[in-house]
């Protein structure tokens, strides 16, 4: 399916790719991109059978930033409102993201790729924080990742300076996860989508918030927060399943149902897939 021409949804399997599709513009991001890219988030974190979510880019190109061609005549602020929800929405998703990046990452597009949970990237592809060279600052949360990416003084080496570095450099310097070959890129990423989608969703969800809440959190409130979330945890069929499973020398099959009192999870909640219902002898509805 697709969000408009400029972004489209592809659904397998549990993991939702996003490919930004202006290839002709190396996928830079005018105002409807940033509408479609905003709601397509939006959507993905209240959808239940979503587990993964991958943003990539079309063409030979993750993502150039910003338009600056065409910028519209939506005030500043507004324009800054979007970014701001897209930031935020891509960083607190309650499932794991990948950015699959070949070609450019240059700006708010490379940000876009940092707001994810792991980036994979190919010899060819090329990262620049470009915004002091158009006499603009950081934005899409590139004030806030960087830091606690590379470091402070890295960070105002990238982005001060605004250079050029290759996917070695990100890797070394922690702001790209995997090296793959243009050819390996795609199964790679594939595998690795697959590996999240089987683990358990809503202890996947309980962890990743404790990682990005962490690193602004003391100890004490670390650990109160490391107790909410297993407590959670405990109350789906998910640790029951993978004591099982160990106990049974198998694979553990992870639904992250709801297990208190036999209910089932809700399907509102993000990332945990509805369970269907099967009546029992009595004709009454049983968790499936």
Same mark, same amino acid.
């Given at each position: 399916?697709?969000?408009?021409?400029?972004?489209?949804?592809?659904?397998?399997?549990?993991?939702?790719?996003?490919?930004?599709?202006?290839?002709?513009?190396?996928?830079?991001?005018?105002?409807?991109?940033?509408?479609?890219?905003?709601?397509?988030?939006?959507?993905?974190?209240?959808?239940?059978?979503?587990?993964?979510?991958?943003?990539?880019?079309?063409?030979?190109?993750?993502?150039?930033?910003?338009?600056?061609?065409?910028?519209?005549?939506?005030?500043?602020?507004?324009?800054?409102?979007?970014?701001?929800?897209?930031?935020?929405?891509?960083?607190?998703?309650?499932?794991?993201?990948?950015?699959?990046?070949? !070609?450019?990452? @240059?700006?708010?597009?490379?940000?876009? #790729? /940092?707001?994810?949970?792991? =980036?994979?990237? *190919?010899? &060819?592809?090329?990262?620049?924080?470009?915004?002091?060279?158009?006499?603009?600052?950081?934005?899409?949360?590139?004030?806030?990742?960087?830091?606690?990416?590379?470091?402070?003084?890295?960070?105002?080496?990238?982005?001060?300076?605004?250079?050029?570095?290759?996917?070695?450099?990100?890797?070394?310097?922690?702001?790209?996860?995997?090296?793959?070959?243009?050819?390996?890129?795609?199964?790679?990423?594939?595998?690795?989508?697959?590996?999240?989608?089987? !683990?358990?969703? @809503?202890?996947?969800?309980?962890?990743? #918030? /404790?990682?990005?809440?962490? =690193?602004?959190? *003391?100890? &004490?409130?670390?650990?109160?927060?490391?107790?909410?979330?297993?407590?959670?945890?405990?109350?789906?069929?998910?640790?029951?399943?993978?004591?099982?499973?160990?106990?049974?020398?198998?694979?553990?099959?992870?639904?992250?149902?709801?297990?208190?009192?036999?209910?089932?999870?809700?399907?509102?909640?993000?990332?945990?897939?509805?369970?269907?219902?099967?009546?029992?002898?009595?004709?009454?509805?049983?968790?499936?």
């Amino acid at each position: 399916m697709t969000a408009g021409d400029s972004l489209l949804v592809d659904d397998r399997g549990g993991v939702r790719t996003l490919t930004l599709n202006r290839p002709a513009r190396k996928n830079a991001l005018d105002s409807g991109l940033w509408d479609a890219l905003r709601n397509a988030l939006d959507e993905a974190g209240q959808d239940p059978e979503v587990r993964v979510l991958v943003v990539t880019g079309a063409g030979g190109a993750f993502c150039s930033g910003a338009d600056l061609s065409n910028p519209g005549r939506a005030h500043p602020l507004r324009k800054m409102r979007v970014l701001t929800d897209i930031a935020l929405l891509l960083h607190e998703l309650p499932v794991p993201t990948i950015a699959k990046i070949d !070609g450019v990452a @240059v700006g708010a597009g490379w940000n876009l #790729a /940092l707001g994810c949970d792991f =980036v994979v990237a *190919t010899p &060819r592809s090329t990262f620049s924080q470009i915004f002091s060279r158009r006499g603009l600052s950081l934005d899409l949360g590139g004030s806030w990742l960087l830091p606690k990416l590379v470091g402070l003084q890295q960070a105002k080496r990238l982005a001060l300076l605004a250079e050029t570095i290759d996917a070695e450099q990100a890797h070394r310097l922690n702001l790209v996860t995997w090296v793959e070959s243009e050819d390996t890129i795609d199964g790679f990423v594939d595998d690795l989508a697959g590996r999240l989608v089987a !683990g358990p969703p @809503v202890a996947l969800s309980q962890t990743k #918030a /404790l990682l990005n809440e962490g =690193v602004d959190r *003391t100890l &004490r409130e670390s650990l109160a927060g490391e107790a909410r979330a297993q407590a959670v945890n405990f109350a789906t069929a998910d640790a029951p399943e993978a004591f099982a499973a160990f106990a049974e020398k198998r694979d553990a099959r992870f639904t992250g149902r709801w297990a208190i009192g036999g209910a089932a999870a809700p399907e509102s909640v993000p990332g945990v897939p509805r369970v269907k219902q099967q009546p029992d002898t009595n004709g009454r509805e049983k968790d499936a």
